[in-house]
């Protein structure tokens, strides 16, 4: 079965401190990856999504940079972190080329900047 | 840009009492779906629906997709504290594996 894994689960991380984030996924091969970022009591944003290998599409200008080394492996960073940048961090998976079965979620990164 | 609005915002319901929530799209979809995140968790997807008027069942939980493909809603009936959590529509961005989130409707259940 396919099973994805994010950590750390909570970061609390100084103004200024870089970022990185890792997601990965097992029990599949060539997944979509996306990494959405909800803000306390609010809606889920798409920040960057990739179909392959190298292939990363960013959704909204900010500090923030992704990238897919491997085929199930997908990082968040940032070089310089912002107090805007808190929030809840998910990475997700989907099966490529396939509808229905929706997104599979990591358990999440909660990032406080301080 | 493509927009998947819910309403409503909130809602807090007795418990036993039915829910209902609606989710409208700025544009036409190729199938909708729902997610559950309970307080604390991450979203869980529920159901797809990809019919014009399609309706499915799971429990007491109702999900509907509207004759236009523009509108779905999520009626769960006799609601039980575990139906707490905010419940999120999603639907495609057009020609992309990207799905556009609603903004979500918070449950609460009082017992």
């Known amino acids: 079965s396919q099973t994805i894994h994010q950590w750390p689960a909570t970061l609390v991380q100084p103004v200024g401190s870089p970022l990185s984030l890792e997601c990965t996924v097992e029990?599949?091969?060539?997944?979509?990856l996306y990494w959405y970022r909800q803000a306390a009591g609010r809606g889920l944003q798409l920040l960057f999504y990739?179909?392959?290998?190298g292939q990363i599409s960013s959704e909204v200008p900010q500090n923030l940079s992704a990238s897919r080394p491997q085929d199930r492996q997908f990082i968040l960073s940032s070089k310089k972190l912002l107090l805007s940048d808190s929030g809840f961090y998910l990475c997700?998976?989907?099966?490529?080329?396939?509808w229905g079965y929706g997104y599979t979620f990591g358990s999440g990164t909660r990032l406080t900047v301080v | 840009g493509q927009q998947v609005m819910q309403i409503p915002q909130y809602q807090h319901v007795q418990e036993g009492e039915d829910f209902t929530t609606y989710c409208n799209s700025s544009?036409?979809?190729?199938?909708i779906q729902w997610y559950k995140q309970r307080p604390g968790g991450h979203p869980v997807f529920l159901i797809q629906l990809v019919k014009s008027g399609e309706v499915k069942k799971q429990k007491r939980l109702t999900f509907q997709f509207g004759e236009a493909k523009k509108n779905s809603s999520l009626h769960i009936t006799a609601t039980q504290t575990t139906d707490v959590g905010t419940y999120f529509c999603a639907g495609p961005s057009s020609g992309t594996y990207k799905y556009i989130f609603g903004t979500g409707t918070r449950l609460k259940v009082l017992a």
């Open positions: 990739s179909v392959g290998i």
């Open positions: 544009t036409t979809l190729s199938n």
């Open positions: 997700a998976w989907s099966a490529s080329g396939v």
């Open positions: 029990g599949t091969s060539n997944p979509n």
